[in-house]
């Protein structure tokens, strides 16, 4: 094992435009996701499985103003760090991290009332294949957020981690988006 | 910069033992990246000859059926996984760097953890041999309900693995594509703008695109076609209300872009050899570069072409079929380029050059016949025949695979440091060109006369013809002893190489062969031209003459 120091390879532009890209690949999963359920739906027989109604919306949709007011939260934090306010930085970087397992906290209520499973049909695949995967995204934003919060209170690191805070945040923002999409397909188009 | 620092030093460690280690040189994770495909290849190419010593006779004689189904499963999977995509992001790392004068990828970890998930999945992909059940047999493709079907109801089974290991190479392929677009698009030398980029950079810019665009579209479908077969779900699944052809849309929406993965580098290849080997500038080097991403574009928009027969609607089958004539406008333009820069050259018949001339060759007949696939009538025809077996084994043996022997014969000194010998390297090119078309010509006659592929037995009647291809096939079997002999014995007791052996213009040329670790480290040179300009005298870089003068002078008191 050879350790070489790479001279302009820690360029700090990198790791923002790898991380970009790094989304781009991923919005396609999502829409892969997407457009496979829009296909499933409007070719499927029978979508519902026998005994269930439809999805109870209340929850996702208090769900979904906690997300985007955590939007809303870390776009602040993100303003105070780049003016150097790094309390006011903790402070809303920590509230966003609270909506966001406040958010997760949510699915969890939600997802022990259902009366389906995983595998009760296409309908159950679907839903839970969705929601899963996205609610594994905003467990990692969280933990990536903690991550942050912890590097912000190493002096020696927190040079990088303007740069660590703005990737955490777009991430956060597209883990926004994306949800969005999924509460429009999944509750509010019930019927097709 | 001032050329009194420069060459910069060759590299300290040359001992074989970095190369089996995880090392972040991004030279080092090319070769590694080319060895270990090449292990797969003789896998690969061991599979096939088995499939060929059973076709050699009309009856299944040779090997069981359900055998048979296993080994062309792995064969292709082996083929397209393990070797193509791997050897490619190994020339990428070699070329990508060193052209662009970085000093070596945007991300070297990741790099190096993107390599050691190839052997892992390999292994994954080749223990699924010693599974009860033996490998997955439906297919490189995979199609359900073959594939979520898992009749002796193991837990580890041939099929779970593969998909496992598919998921693996997409994720492994991804990590490669962000580090490589990333490094093309901000590691690029002073004066380098995208107008002074070599064309292979374009191409690997407008592959890598591709692979970020759609191999997230087949990861999302295989991790469904997991559950489906391991957790009862029925995506696919007609009785839980799911659809199998929806698996054939995530298929194709990345397996169609995964042949201009595999073709578009290769177009940088003939792109960059053919104005070596004539002395001339590349014929049109703009529209090479702008024709690039136009196939990307259009590559995206095609997939169903490859679902003609499976009930899409009659305007789909329309819309798809132009839109696949279209492809051969800009692929037509970068042909009749490189034919431009043939013409009146003066060429030099190296094995590189050989090999273009015969990838070349290759490619146009399999454009041919891959026209005539695009039309809605034929396809319905030939579709499932030897036919197709034998177009896309043009482009991907015929045009590709030679497309990177010339590659590696050309490169070779320039990251190893020794010289490859020529006759040996005439005699791979000899066999390789002749056992080519033995192999895969016959399979178009078979495939017209109705002879249907992935069959271990055969009517008499194509019996001529099959013959034919499996002596083809053998030569190529043959055709690989001179190329492993003269890597091995070039790389061991090779002759030393100049840094510049085939006088060619492009960084990696102004570097010691070998390169340092670094690379220009930094003293990397202002651009201050095109490249390919061959005949012209023009210098690619400020201080050109000093800096070459200064490599000469060191070789000489070596
Ligand atoms: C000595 C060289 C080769 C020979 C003799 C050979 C022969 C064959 C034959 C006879 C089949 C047909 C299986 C069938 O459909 O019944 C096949 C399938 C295939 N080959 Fe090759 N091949 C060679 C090299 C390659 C290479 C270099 C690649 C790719 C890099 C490749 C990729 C494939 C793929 C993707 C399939 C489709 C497998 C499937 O049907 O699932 N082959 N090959
Ligand atoms: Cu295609």
Redesign the pocket.
């Known amino acids: 094992m050879t350790a070489t120091p790479h001279l302009n390879t820690e360029h700090p532009k990198h790791n923002l435009t790898g991380f970009i890209i790094f989304l781009c690949s991923e919005s396609v999963i999502f829409l892969a996701f997407f457009s496979g359920f829009a296909l499933l739906k409007t070719a499927a027989l029978n979508w519902l499985p026998p005994g269930v109604e439809g999805l109870e919306w209340r929850t996702p949709l208090l769900n979904t103003v906690v997300l985007i007011s955590s939007s809303g939260t870390i776009w602040l934090a993100e303003r105070c760090m780049s003016k150097g306010n790094l309390v006011g930085f903790r402070a809303f970087w920590l509230l966003t991290m609270a909506l966001g397992a406040y958010f997760l906290y949510g699915q969890a209520v939600e997802w022990g009332g259902l009366q389906f499973g995983f595998t009760s049909g296409v309908f159950g695949g679907t839903f839970y294949l969705l929601t899963g995967f996205h609610g594994l995204h905003v467990a990692t934003g969280v933990f990536l957020m903690g991550l942050m919060l912890v590097k912000s209170f190493i002096p020696q690191n927190y040079a990088g981690g303007e740069q660590g805070v703005q990737a955490t945040s777009l991430f956060w923002h597209f883990v926004d988006v994306i949800w969005i999409i999924l509460f429009v397909l999944l509750y509010v188009w019930q019927r097709s | 910069m001032t050329s009194a620092t420069f060459p910069p030093s060759p590299p300290e460690n040359t001992s074989w033992s970095r190369y089996f280690g995880f090392n972040t040189d991004a030279k080092v994770i090319g070769i590694q990246y080319i060895v270990t495909a090449f292990f797969f ?1 003789l896998i ?2 061991l599979l ?2 088995i ?2 010593g059973e ?1 050699i006779t009309p009856p299944a004689d040779l090997v069981d059926r359900t055998v048979y189904n296993g080994i ?2 792995m ?3 082996i ?2 996984f393990l ?2 995509f791997p050897v490619l992001n190994g020339l990428n790392n070699l070329l990508i760097p060193t052209m662009i004068g970085a000093p070596d990828m945007a991300f070297p970890r990741l790099n190096a953890v993107a390599f050691w998930l190839v052997p892992i999945f390999g292994a994954l992909l080749i223990g699924s041999f010693f599974v009860p059940g033996g490998p997955a047999y439906s ?3 995979s199609y359900p309900p073959v594939s979520t079907q898992n009749p002796l109801g193991h837990f580890i089974n041939g099929q779970g693995l593969w998909i496992t290991a598919v998921a693996l190479s997409g994720v492994s392929s991804i990590m490669g594509a962000i580090n490589f677009v990333t490094t093309i698009l901000r590691m690029r030398a002073p004066g380098m703008g995208f107008f002074r980029m070599p064309v292979y950079c374009w191409t690997a810019l407008a592959a890598q695109s591709l692979q970020l665009i759609g191999l997230p579209a087949l990861t999302g479908g295989a991790v469904m076609l997991l559950m489906d077969l391991s957790f009862g779900t029925s995506f696919y699944q007609p009785e839980g209300g799911g659809d199998p052809v929806l698996y054939q849309h995530f298929f194709w929406f990345y397996s169609h872009p995964a042949v201009y993965v ?1 073709i578009l580098p290769v177009f940088g290849i003939f792109s960059e050899l053919f104005p070596v080997y004539s002395r001339k500038p590349l014929f049109g080097y703009v529209y090479v570069c702008l024709a690039s991403f136009i196939i990307v574009a259009l590559g995206l928009v095609v997939w169903v072409h490859h679902m003609f027969p499976s009930g899409v609607a009659q305007w789909m089958r329309n819309f798809f079929m132009f839109s696949t004539m279209l492809i051969a406008v800009p692929t037509g333009v970068k042909v009749f380029a490189w034919l431009g820069t043939i013409w009146r050259g003066k060429l030099r018949l190296t094995t590189p050059m050989l090999f273009c001339l015969g990838g070349l060759f290759n490619f146009v007949f399999a454009g041919i016949t891959g026209i005539m696939l695009a039309t809605v009538p034929v396809d319905i025809h030939v579709s499932n025949t ?1 036919f197709v ?1 034998g177009h ?2 043009y482009v ?2 015929g045009a ?2 030679m497309g990177i022997f010339a590659a590696i014969y050309h490169w070779f000194p320039k990251f190893i440091g020794r010289m490859p010998y020529e006759g040996l390297g005439k005699l791979h090119f000899l066999l390789t060109f002749i ?1 080519a078309n033995l ?1 895969f010509l016959p ?1 178009h006659p078979l495939g017209l006369m109705g002879m249907p ?3 271990s037995s055969y009517d008499p009647e194509f019996a001529f013809w099959n013959v034919l ?1 499996s002596l ?2 053998f030569l ?2 043959v055709s690989i002893i001179p190329f492993l002999l003269n890597m091995v014995s070039a790389w061991v007791r090779g002759p030393k190489a100049p840094h510049n052996p085939w006088n060619a213009i492009g960084l990696e040329w102004l570097l010691p062969s070998p390169p340092p670790e670094d690379n220009f480290g930094e003293h990397v040179p202002t651009v201050i031209s095109r490249p390919y300009g061959y005949g012209t005298g023009e210098p690619l870089v400020e201080h050109q003459a000093e800096i070459e003068n200064q490599l000469t002078l060191e070789e000489a008191r070596a």
């Open positions: 290849f690969g190419g096939a000859m499939i060929r076709l062309y499963t064969h292709g999977t083929m397209l070797f193509i297919g490189w493709w595999i030897y077996v896309f084994h991907i043996y590709a695979v056992g192999n399979m592929r992935r069959v291809a083809g096939a190529l079997g």
